[in-house]
């Protein structure tokens, strides 16, 4: 008799209601029959199936066949080593904590209308501009502010123009899985589509190529990653941000995290936060991730070190270094040598390492080894 597919009742089980799901919705957007469904109230952030077609925890097309959702997966089964192979022709090495690493640079925008919207130096914005005006893309799926942003609800969109990559650049630390914006990328007709996402995001475009997931698969056609320790539930706002330092959702400007919650609000004030007292809020979905550094995005990009404009940018791929050849070619951007930022990659590394260890033991061993210790 054969073996029976993986399928929604595997992943159910091995992901969804193990600790393993971070939510990126990479399984949604693929199904081709319609009955899964994202919950992302009371700080879930997980899928969930309709109780048509054999239940929640169970699904009549996978029975039959149907393993879309497996596919897309970045964290079943032996993901990490699949993903690595694919892109890179062999499994990162123990001492790759970071995965695999082409060039690591300091980028900013050199456009200071994009360098003052965006975060960090705006690179991630420059880069979607710049490919949307060379044709690499005809859409990105990013995060925005629900409505006119004073709720500070981070939900997918898709940009389309410059106006709209300006309009949702900037960081919001509580989660949006982005790749839900992909249907309506589609509708719109677009065919070439970045994903911009965390860690676990990132993962899942290069993931649903290596298990051959059709048409999703082939329109994701640029990873862009964002260095990721964890988010935050959406109620950090109300239950520690509001209720006790008496800051406000429609009052926050901005917010980043520079070893502490900085926020700013429209009033010109800044305030700072201990991240120490936002634990309690890290979304469930982070706290068993191993991937802080975005290990299979075409760029990995992230604000850590001393230089606040400049981002670290790690360049992974073929497609990613030919941007980036082209950007800099073209003056969009200006770069310097991530060892001028001795720093910045040694927090790289230690944050890949603390990220590493959370992956559990009852899970496969890949995504937690390391070198042992000296």
């Not at 709720?151 to 106006?163: F, G, L, N, Y």
């Amino acid at each position: 008799m054969p073996l029976e597919k993986p399928h929604w009742a595997h992943l159910y089980q091995e992901v969804v209601t193990s600790g393993l799901c971070t939510g990126c919705a990479a399984c949604i957007i693929v199904c081709p029959h319609d009955v899964l469904n994202y919950n992302d109230g009371d700080g879930v952030y997980r899928p969930w199936k309709v109780e048509a077609d054999g239940g929640a925890t169970d699904c009549t097309h996978g029975v039959k066949g149907c393993t879309m959702c497996t596919r897309a997966c970045p964290r079943f089964r032996t993901w990490e080593t699949e993903i690595d192979t694919f892109m890179f022709g062999r499994e990162r090495t123990e001492e790759e904590d970071a995965g695999v690493v082409g060039d690591i640079l300091l980028v900013r925008a050199a456009d200071p209308e994009v360098r003052d919207n965006g975060q960090d130096g705006g690179l991630v914005s420059a880069i979607l501009i710049w490919a949307l005006e060379h044709d690499v893309i005809d859409a990105a799926l990013v995060s925005a502010l629900e409505g006119d942003g004073t709720t500070w609800k981070a939900v997918p969109a898709v940009a389309r123009t410059r106006a709209e990559v300006l309009a949702t650049a900037g960081s919001r630390y509580t989660y949006s899985a982005n790749t839900l914006a992909y249907p309506a990328a589609v509708e719109a007709g677009a065919e070439k589509i970045a994903l911009v996402g965390m860690s676990c995001q990132a993962s899942a475009p290069a993931m649903m190529k290596s298990r051959k997931a059709g048409k999703v698969a082939r329109r994701l056609s640029l990873s862009i990653g964002l260095l990721c320790s964890k988010t935050f539930d959406d109620a950090i706002f109300e239950d520690l941000f509001e209720a006790k330092y008496g800051l406000t959702r429609a009052a926050i400007k901005k917010i980043n995290i520079k070893g502490v919650f900085q926020i700013w609000t429209h009033d010109g004030e800044y305030h700072e936060v201990s991240l120490k007292e936002g634990q309690a809020w890290t979304r469930e979905g982070c706290k068993a991730c191993p991937d802080f550094a975005a290990e299979h995005a075409d760029i990995s990009t992230g604000g850590i070190g001393a230089f606040s404009d400049w981002t670290l940018t790690i360049v992974r791929t073929d497609q990613g270094r030919e941007i980036m050849a082209g950007m800099v070619a073209d003056g969009v951007v200006e770069t310097r040598p991530g060892d001028d930022d001795p720093g910045a990659i040694a927090l790289l590394h230690k944050l890949a390492r603390v990220s590493r260890r959370r992956w559990p033991a009852t899970a496969v061993d890949a995504p937690r080894r390391m070198p042992a210790p000296a």
